[in-house]
C-alpha cells in the first residue's frame, strides 16, 4: 500500500545533540512538507520541497535544516540550535495542484531529556 | 495571505446528539478547503474536502460539510456523534503557487470530546 512512512515514532535528544526525523514515501509525490505541533498551536510549517536537490523554508525554520536528494525521502535534522525542540513532527506529501489533500505520516515524538 | 480560524478549541457533545465544528477561512483566491481528523498520537487523516462544484461535500464517517462563500465559512457537521468521533479536527485551506506548489494553512484544531 502506498503510503508515508516516519521514523522514529519516538525520539529522545540530549541537550547539544543533533537528531535526524526520517520521512519516506511510496506514493510518487512532488511535494513533501515538515510540519510541527504543538498543543493549542495547530501545525506550524518548518520546511517544504517540490522538486528534487530543492526545498525551502516555511515558517518556523530556524534550527532545522533538511535535504532531499531523492523524490521518496526528505529527512528533517533538528540541530542543537533548536531551543525548544520537544513536540510532534509530522511529515506530508502532496501530488502537483491546489486541490489534492496531503497524506501524513504517523509522525515522530521528539523529547529533549 | 490566506489563514483559517477555528471557533472553539474544545468542543463537547453527548453521544448520539449534533457535531459542529466551525471553521471560517480568508483567501484572496478562490480557495481549497480540507477537515482533516487526528487520533492521539497519530498524524492526519481527510475527511473531505472542497474544491469545485456542489458545496455541500460529504465525507467519511457520517461528516459532511457546507461551503458558503458569503459567509467565508466551511463548517463540520454530522448528526450524530458517536464516541469513536473523539479526536481532534483541523480545517485547512489550500491554494496553488507558482510550480505547483500547495501553500497550505491550518487551524488551530478542535478537540471533540463525546460524553456518554
Known amino acids: 500500500d502506498g503510503g508515508i512512512t516516519q521514523s522514529p515514532k519516538y525520539l529522545f535528544r540530549k541537550e547539544g545533540q543533533n537528531v535526524t526525523l526520517s520521512c519516506e514515501q511510496n506514493?510518487?509525490?512532488?511535494?513533501m512538507y515538515w510540519y510541527r505541533q504543538d498543543p493549542g498551536q495547530g501545525l506550524r510549517l518548518i520546511y517544504y520541497?517540490?522538486?528534487?536537490?530543492?526545498?525551502q523554508k516555511g515558517d518556523i525554520a530556524e534550527g532545522y535544516s533538511v535535504s532531499r536528494e531523492k523524490k521518496e525521502s526528505f529527512p528533517l535534522t533538528v540541530t542543537s540550535a533548536q531551543k525548544n525542540p520537544t513536540a510532534f513532527y509530522l511529515c506530508?506529501?502532496?501530488?502537483?495542484?491546489?486541490?489534492?489533500?496531503?497524506?501524513f505520516g504517523q509522525g515522530t515524538r521528539l523529547t529533549v531529556v | 495571505a490566506q489563514s483559517v480560524t477555528q471557533l472553539g478549541s474544545h468542543v463537547s457533545v453527548s453521544e448520539g446528539a449534533l457535531v459542529l465544528l466551525r471553521c471560517n477561512y480568508s483567501?484572496?483566491?478562490?480557495?481549497?478547503l480540507f477537515w482533516y481528523v487526528q487520533y492521539p498520537n497519530q498524524g492526519l487523516q481527510l475527511l473531505l474536502k472542497?474544491?469545485?462544484?456542489?458545496?455541500l461535500v460529504k465525507g467519511i464517517n457520517g461528516f459532511e460539510a457546507e461551503f458558503k462563500k458569503s459567509e467565508t465559512s466551511f463548517h463540520l457537521t454530522k448528526p450524530s456523534a458517536h464516541m469513536s468521533d473523539a479526536a481532534e479536527y483541523f480545517c485547512?485551506?489550500?491554494?496553488?503557487?507558482?510550480?505547483?506548489?500547495?501553500?497550505?494553512?491550518f487551524g488551530i484544531g478542535t478537540k471533540l470530546q463525546v460524553i456518554p
Open positions: 485547512a485551506v489550500s491554494d496553488l503557487r507558482t510550480g505547483g506548489y500547495q501553500k497550505v494553512t
Open positions: 506514493l510518487n509525490h512532488d511535494a
Open positions: 506530508a506529501s502532496t501530488s502537483r495542484g491546489g486541490n489534492t489533500e496531503a497524506f
Open positions: 520541497s517540490q522538486i528534487v536537490n530543492d526545498f
Open positions: 472542497y474544491t469545485t462544484g456542489a458545496t
Open positions: 483567501s484572496s483566491v478562490p480557495p481549497y
